[in-house]
């Protein structure tokens, strides 16, 4: 499994479950199945129920009658839980953005590191493509895109430069995109840029965060009392909304209040501050080095 996948921050996190033996629990991003694996080896009588949009997942499956495989993506959690007949979970874990097999595999296009088709969909079956966005966004779209999910100061530059790269040939391949932008990239902070960049357009070909607000709104709703929601995000803008549904139940900087003026507070954080990989775990796994893990119990 660590083949497809490395878990980052496996024992924090699944502790942070504050698993019951007879529990319902979600793994939301199954991935390689490490968080999956771990959680079953503690679970006696209880189940467990994987997500996962990459088909390529389901060929990396345990066995038993404690494990229930979704092929999906996780912001219809509700809807597929409820085929199952769950209507509410014990706990939920979920590992963010895109797992090590995305990126050790070139021909995804997920990576500037390797030449490949401009893909980035996480699931296949997907009508959007990077190869689309890249070419068929009006620059003043993708300029909104480069600044709001890659948090990049030049957004405006680095579309116009697609643009006009694009007007004398079709942006194809990853190998292309870095041409497009080559003259805007910083040489003392190249791969920082670069991973911004790449990261805004897979935001926005998987509809990441709108999935991930889905999910957690789901979620919220779906846990017990005492139930714990346990998240890995990679980036600031996850982060970011990780943090406020956990202190506020929504997305947003601002509470939700009643018409009394009382706020809607449905968790108790565990985490004031977010747990981080020692330097051992940074070593042997270079990616769970910007990985952030919050935790939080339904009250």
Same mark, same amino acid.
């Given at each position: 499994?660590?083949?497809?996948?490395?878990?980052?921050l496996?024992?924090e996190?699944?502790?942070?479950?504050n698993l019951?033996s007879?529990g319902?629990?979600?793994?939301a991003?199954?991935?390689?199945g490490?968080?999956?694996?771990?959680?079953?080896?503690r679970?006696e009588?209880g189940?467990?129920?994987?997500?996962?949009?990459?088909?390529?997942?389901?060929?990396?499956?345990?066995?038993?009658d404690?494990?229930?495989?979704i092929?999906?993506?996780?912001?219809?959690?509700?809807?597929?839980?409820?085929?199952?007949?769950?209507?509410?979970?014990?706990?939920?874990?979920?590992?963010?953005?895109?797992?090590?097999?995305?990126?050790?595999?070139p021909?995804r296009?997920?990576?500037?590191?390797a030449?490949?088709?401009?893909d980035?969909?996480?699931?296949r079956?997907?009508q959007?493509?990077?190869?689309?966005v890249?070419?068929?966004?009006?620059?003043?779209?993708?300029?909104?895109?480069?600044?709001?999910?890659?948090?990049l100061?030049?957004? +405006?530059?680095?579309?116009f430069?697609?643009?006009?790269?694009r007007n004398?040939?079709?942006i194809?391949t990853?190998?292309?995109l870095?041409?497009?932008i080559?003259?805007?990239?910083?040489?003392q902070s190249?791969?920082?840029?670069?991973?911004?960049v790449?990261q805004?357009i897979r935001?926005?070909v998987n +509809?990441e965060l709108e999935?991930?607000n889905d999910?957690l709104?789901s979620?919220?709703?779906m846990?017990k009392?005492?139930?714990?929601?346990v998240?890995i995000?990679? +980036?600031?803008?996850?982060?970011r909304?990780?943090?406020?549904f956990?202190r506020?139940g929504?997305?947003?900087e601002?509470?939700v209040?009643?018409?009394?003026?009382h706020s809607?507070?449905?968790?108790?954080?565990?985490?004031?501050?977010?747990?981080?990989?020692?330097?051992?775990e940074v070593?042997?796994?270079?990616?769970a080095?910007?990985?952030?893990?919050?935790?939080?119990?339904k009250k």
């Amino acid at each position: 499994m660590s083949a497809y996948h490395i878990p980052v921050l496996l024992k924090e996190s699944v502790d942070g479950l504050n698993l019951s033996s007879g529990g319902v629990y979600v793994d939301a991003t199954y991935g390689g199945g490490g968080h999956s694996v771990e959680i079953l080896r503690r679970l006696e009588n209880g189940r467990l129920f994987a997500f996962d949009q990459d088909e390529d997942a389901a060929k990396n499956l345990p066995e038993g009658d404690k494990f229930f495989f979704i092929q999906g993506n996780f912001r219809f959690l509700k809807n597929y839980l409820n085929y199952y007949g769950i209507t509410d979970i014990d706990g939920l874990i979920a590992d963010l953005g895109v797992s090590s097999h995305h990126f050790n595999t070139p021909g995804r296009g997920f990576t500037y590191r390797a030449e490949a088709a401009l893909d980035m969909r996480m699931n296949r079956q997907g009508q959007l493509t990077a190869e689309m966005v890249v070419n068929d966004y009006e620059v003043g779209r993708l300029s909104r895109l480069f600044r709001e999910y890659g948090e990049l100061p030049q957004a +405006h530059k680095l579309a116009f430069a697609i643009g006009q790269y694009r007007n004398k040939q079709r942006i194809m391949t990853t190998t292309q995109l870095v041409q497009s932008i080559e003259a805007l990239i910083p040489r003392q902070s190249e791969n920082q840029f670069l991973s911004k960049v790449f990261q805004a357009i897979r935001i926005e070909v998987n +509809h990441e965060l709108e999935s991930l607000n889905d999910m957690l709104t789901s979620a919220t709703g779906m846990l017990k009392p005492g139930g714990r929601l346990v998240i890995i995000s990679y +980036h600031s803008l996850e982060d970011r909304m990780v943090k406020n549904f956990m202190r506020w139940g929504n997305s947003s900087e601002e509470p939700v209040k009643d018409v009394f003026g009382h706020s809607f507070e449905p968790f108790r954080v565990i985490t004031r501050k977010p747990v981080v990989a020692d330097e051992t775990e940074v070593m042997d796994n270079p990616r769970a080095r910007s990985a952030r893990l919050r935790i939080a119990e339904k009250k």
